[in-house]
């Protein structure tokens, strides 16, 4: 157990370099560069494999990712997720995922009050206008700092759980 601990504390702490590494890119550029996602997607898979941590459930959401991701974000968010999938785990993803779409919608809120409240006018309708405003609009604000954020706020109250 003491062994796969040190695995799980290692790529979460590898996430977090990196995840800072593509935030401050998405800050500056709105780019996340494959030099950054993609050591972070191998060195997660190596150690799924040396763990066997959640392989299978991890493939599935890797692949749901990949193939329903470039619909939905661009590609350097699909990657970035693709990589938080793989060092940190699904319900970790799925729940720093969450929490980084409510930062994204008060940033959004906070920044752009009208077009926020256009958004979310539109958020139920099922027309493809509404659907490319939510993209536009949710394109324009960077995602990989949310994530980093959030991610760090779950990691933070894991290891402050695992010290008591």
């Known amino acids: 157990m003491t062994g796969t601990l040190y695995f799980h504390i290692a790529s979460e702490l590898i996430f977090l370099i990196l995840c800072f590494a593509a935030a401050f ?15 972070g997607i191998m060195a997660g898979a190596v150690i799924t494999l040396v763990t066997a941590s959640e392989p299978l ?15 939905l974000f661009g590609e350097g968010d699909v990657k970035l997720s693709m990589m938080a999938v793989m060092l940190l785990g699904t319900r970790i993803f ?3 995922f969450l929490i ?8 959004a809120a906070l920044t752009r009050p009208a077009e926020t409240r256009k958004v979310l006018r539109f958020l139920f309708s099922c027309t493809n206008y509404s659907k490319q405003l939510l993209i536009q609009h949710a394109a324009s604000i960077p995602f990989a700092p949310a994530l980093f954020i959030s991610c760090s706020m779950i990691l933070v109250w894991r290891w402050y759980q695992w010290i008591l």
């Open 94 to 96: 799925i729940l720093s």
């Open 57 to 71: 459930i991890k493939l599935v959401v890797f692949l749901l990712l990949f193939l329903l991701g470039p619909l």
């Open 100 to 107: 980084s779409q409510l930062l994204i919608l008060l940033v």
């Open 25 to 39: 890119s998405d800050l500056r550029r709105y780019k996340i560069p494959n030099q950054v996602t993609f050591p």
